[in-house]
């Protein structure tokens, strides 16, 4: 009885195992490839009437296809599903028998570029899930590139002047992209730019696990999350400060040209840069590199702004109330140190990596729409602060908006050590004139109506605040 | 006992001082707080704390300028805040049915603790006796105080059932149903098919609330956003509930908005 009972147990046991080992056997013999190939030839010989190239196409091995790419330190199988890649007869076949549209491969012969070079995904993979790399279980980094951001491959060995006389236009408005609308303020790239947000250089190359996939919709690839990232930041980093203001259009292109921006170098003989431009002194004027640094948060600069996600207010800085106040000096100092405790950098060449030479031209810029009419001057030195009505003046007058300790509500920080470094004439005429555009109101005889004597007793209480607690 | 001596005088001396101190404090806090009547005191106040942004003449035309600030969303709506103008008599912030005049209780409370993502500051540091004398002084500014008959106010009893989960499938359907995703927007982010096109009674653009952000200019307890279902918002493009919807109704939708806040699951 209990023989019987082994006996079959180790029959059920055989047959399970031949039956799995047929099944892997047979799985490997007709890979997906074999298959695509069959169809191929089958379409090579019912599309043609000539006799020759049906010969031709019935004669064709069914063989894994593999082009090596010494140069490129590459293998590529992708050729053997998408076998009529190179064939004019395939113009208008389903893919993946279909011929490469454009004639991009006229002057990127297959043989010395291969495809993954340009579309990357896993060359050496001989199925298709583990080629394209889309899903997260195939464990491959960089998988295939969506054919709409596809021009992040031309900006490895292309110029950006060439790709845009040759309609490479996507790439060329990305790039555009990133550097009107500020977002070096935050991202450094090339070594300069604001801390806020991660370094752009190498992003188009960081591995998988760099990308937070969990608020991610649809497939879970770099690309996914870069351009879903740009519609909505907080809907895929919950706690992002990013401000972004661009169209779903406008996304892809940035999309475009921020995966473009890889770690690894083509090889010298593929590339295609001008020398010229490789030396990376381009000289830019002042509004040029405010676009680039500074637009993000201060907009125009006309009129203040309080922003939700800073949870303080945005100065204005090309309001010309304040331009009519400040010194060039002053606002060399600010772009330089920085404003310790929001999110204005210190753009000095030690920390964003600005050269002096290019703080000078911002300064120009934003001093160049200085009104022409002066401010009226405030001669505070025949004036002394008295403190103790300073204090009271304050609680009353400056306390609802910059708050009681100066740690600023509505107003700004006046504990900071910008404000608190600035010339006292400069706080006299700001609160004696006020600022259009801000919330600031002016205080003086043609405002709120507090004499010269007032202004100085605040002004001087100002000085003192960030003593007290 | 030489010492005894010493210290006694020590402590006359110092009583001395203080009552010196006491004495010369007094004229200096007349100086600054005279014995005034309450309409002087409360114009006094104004002046030195409201005036700047909601104007001598309580337009809410102030030295700030018209539109105080621009204020920027997290989702990156920007809107234009601007003080209220006291002379047409609309209030938003009400315990009276839609139309009324607020109580003297709502104005106060407003002066006291503020109004969240507005810049109107709170005042709590304010005396009692202050905020009065302001609320009556604010009074002054649109005729309606004199004309108008004072309303009841609306009681609020919250139910034991707000919040949970039927409550918030019912209120589902009355927000689908009353349209409140027009404005609103489906997901109660603000971004309904009207929400570009609203404005106020006084012409500016004017932004549905984005329920996701949270806090709500009058408070965000359950009952703060039931009296604003039956209150309506006057001037604004909130309308009262009050009579198109039953009482239970409109806790229910309030449980869907608490949903909405992520305040309830």
């Known amino acids: 009885m209990r023989n019987r009972f082994y006996i079959m147990t180790l029959f059920i046991a055989g047959v399970v195992l031949l039956a799995f080992t047929l099944f892997a056997a047979y799985k490997e013999m007709n890979p997906e490839w074999k298959a695509y190939q069959k169809e191929y030839k089958e379409l090579l010989v019912k599309g043609t009437r000539d006799e020759a190239t049906k010969k031709k196409a019935r004669e064709l091995e069914t063989n894994i296809q593999q082009l090596y790419l010494g140069g490129l330190k590459r293998i590529d199988r992708c050729t053997s599903c998408h076998v009529g890649i190179e064939n004019p007869l395939m113009a208008n076949a389903k893919v993946p028998y279909r011929q490469h549209s454009g004639d991009y491969l006229k002057k990127h012969p297959m043989s010395s570029f291969g495809c993954t070079v340009c579309h990357l995904g896993q060359g050496r993979a001989t199925n298709k899930k583990e080629a394209h790399g889309l899903a997260h279980d195939t464990h491959w980094d960089y998988p295939v590139i969506p054919l709409k951001y596809i021009q992040s491959a031309c900006v490895q060995c292309h110029d950006l002047d060439m790709l845009k006389q040759k309609g490479a236009d996507k790439i060329v408005k990305g790039e555009q992209l990133l550097r009107e609308n500020g977002c070096m303020g935050c991202h450094k790239l090339n070594n300069i730019g604001g801390v806020l947000g991660k370094a752009l250089d190498i992003i188009g190359s960081q591995p998988r696990i760099y990308f937070p996939m969990g608020f991610v919709v649809g497939e879970k690839t770099p690309y996914s999350w870069i351009k879903q990232h740009f519609d909505d930041p907080r809907a895929i980093v919950p706690v992002s400060e990013m401000k972004v203001k661009v ?28 020398e010229t431009q490789k030396d990376g002194k381009t000289s830019e004027d002042g509004e040029a590199l405010y676009k680039k640094y500074c637009i993000a948060c201060h907009e125009k600069g006309k009129d203040s702004l309080f922003d939700e996600i800073f949870m303080h207010t945005i100065p204005a800085i090309v309001n010309p109330a304040f331009l009519k106040v400040v010194t060039n000096d002053y606002l060399k100092k600010v772009v330089e140190e920085g404003r310790a405790g929001t999110q204005m950098t210190a753009w000095k060449a030690s920390a964003a990596g600005l050269s002096g030479q290019a703080i000078d031209n911002i300064v120009d810029y934003l001093t160049s729409k200085r009104p022409k009419e002066k401010a009226v ?78 202004i100085v007793d605040t002004v001087s209480y100002v000085k003192t605040i960030s003593k007290k607690k | 006992m030489k010492g005894a001596i010493k210290k006694r005088g020590n402590i006359i001396f110092s009583l001395m001082l203080l009552s010196l101190a006491f004495v010369a404090a007094v004229p200096e806090a007349e100086k600054a707080y005279g014995a005034v009547s309450a309409g002087d005191l409360g114009k006094r106040i104004y002046e030195e704390r409201c005036m700047v942004c909601h104007g001598d003449k309580g337009d809410g035309k102030g030295l700030v300028g018209n539109g105080i600030m621009r204020w920027a969303e997290k989702s990156g709506r920007v809107l234009t805040v601007y003080a209220r103008d ?39 540091e304010l005396p009692i006796e202050e905020k009065k004398a302001v609320k009556e002084y604010i009074k002054t500014f649109s005729p309606r105080w004199k004309e108008d008959e004072p309303c009841k106010v609306i009681a609020v009893k919250k139910p034991g059932y707000v919040g949970s989960a039927s409550s918030v499938e019912k209120g589902k359907k009355i927000y689908k149903e009353m349209k409140c995703w027009e404005c609103h927007g489906d997901d109660g982010k603000g971004k309904g098919p009207k929400s570009d096109k609203l404005k106020d009674d006084w012409g500016k653009q004017i932004l549905p609330f984005n329920f996701i952000s949270g806090q709500l200019k009058r408070g965000s307890s359950p009952e703060n956003v039931y009296i604003t279902f039956t209150t309506g918002l006057d001037g604004t493009g909130m309308p009262s509930y009050e009579d198109s919807l039953k009482e239970d109704e409109r806790w229910h939708l309030v449980s869907y908005t608490l949903k909405l806040m992520g305040l309830v699951k």
């Open chain 1, 247 to 274: 169209t779903e259009a406008e996304a892809d292109l940035l999309t475009t040209y921020v995966a473009s921006l890889r770690a690894e170098e083509m090889p010298k003989s593929y590339r295609r840069i001008l």
């Open chain 1, 377 to 454: 001057p405030f001669n505070i030195v025949a004036l002394k602060g008295d403190l103790k009505k300073g204090e009271e003046l304050y609680k009353v007058r400056c306390a609802l908006c910059h708050g009681a300790n100066g740690k600023g509500e509505l107003g700004i920080n006046l504990r900071n050590p910008v404000v608190q470094g600035a010339d006292i004439t400069f706080l006299a005429m700001t609160v004696r004139d006020g600022r259009e555009g801000t919330p600031m109101p002016s205080f003086g005889k043609n405002g709120v109506g507090l004499s010269d004597q007032d």
């Open chain 2, 86 to 124: 006291f002379t047409t008599g609309a209030f938003r912030f009400r315990s009276t049915p839609t139309g009324c005049l607020p109580t003297d209780d709502d104005l106060v409370r407003i002066i006291d603790s503020g109004v969240p993502r507005s810049f109107m500051p709170p005042h709590k």
